[in-house]
């Protein structure tokens, strides 16, 4: 199987770092994809990493171990919008696996 | 406007009913898909299309049936809804994979349906 493992609810407060983990079977995926999704709206991409380390994107950095089947988003600076799901999914030659999502909460 | 378009937004129905979801994209992808999303199971995939002639089960087909009628334009039926259909329900589209091995899937808004 090719399954997705990441923690069902965090919380963190506001300006500060929060660190989201991602586990997954390590045959089957040619990289890990990272989704955000806010409440009842659609998922939107935030990053991808195919090879092993860290991609950083402004405030949000992904980081990938192949070997581990190992992921992490990494939020700096969190501010109150970043409360949503962040969604981890493998990807396939075909499709993309998604893991069940962390629902982050961001408090003042 | 959405490059990726579900229509209905909303929708209730009662059980034994049939109803189609639909899907238009402007992204000119060749691939569709359509997935569930259920409150603690993630999002999971019905079926997926690589093409108009190109139509695939994925993990949780059953009760439920597809339509390529052209590049743009996924749709997704249940030919006779029950109760444990009511989910939110999510188009996807994508470009073939790239060289680098990936391809980014994009989303439409979603459709809420409700099985009473």
């Known amino acids: 199987g090719q399954n997705i493992d990441q923690p069902t609810e965090m919380t963190a407060t506001e300006g500060a770092i929060v660190q989201i983990n991602c586990t997954y079977q390590t045959s089957g995926f040619n990289g890990l994809f990272w989704y955000q999704q806010h409440a009842g709206e659609a998922p939107t991409f935030l990053s991808y990493n195919v090879l092993d380390g860290l991609e950083e994107k402004g405030r949000f950095s992904s980081f990938l171990s192949r070997s581990k089947g190992y992921s992490y988003l990494l939020l700096k600076e969190l501010q109150m919008k970043d409360s949503a799901s962040y969604l981890c999914a493998g990807a396939g030659s075909y499709q993309l696996t998604f893991g069940k999502g962390t629902k982050l909460s961001v408090i003042p | 406007d959405a490059d990726v378009t579900q229509t209905p937004r909303n929708r209730i129905t009662k059980t034994g009913k049939r109803i189609m979801l639909e899907c238009s994209q402007t992204k000119g992808h060749d691939r569709m898909y359509w997935y569930r999303q259920d409150p603690g199971l993630g999002l999971r995939l019905i079926y997926y299309?690589?093409?108009?002639?190109?139509?695939n089960k994925g993990e949780i087909s059953d009760g439920y049936s597809v339509s390529r009628q052209a590049q743009a334009k996924f749709s997704l039926s249940l030919e006779s809804a029950i109760p444990n259909q009511t989910a939110l329900y999510f188009c996807?589209?994508?470009?073939?994979?790239?060289?680098?091995?990936?391809?980014?899937?994009?989303f439409g808004q979603g459709t809420r349906l409700t099985v009473v």
């Open positions: 299309s690589f093409d108009v002639k190109d139509i």
């Open positions: 996807a589209t994508s470009d073939r994979v790239r060289p680098q091995g990936y391809t980014e899937a994009f």
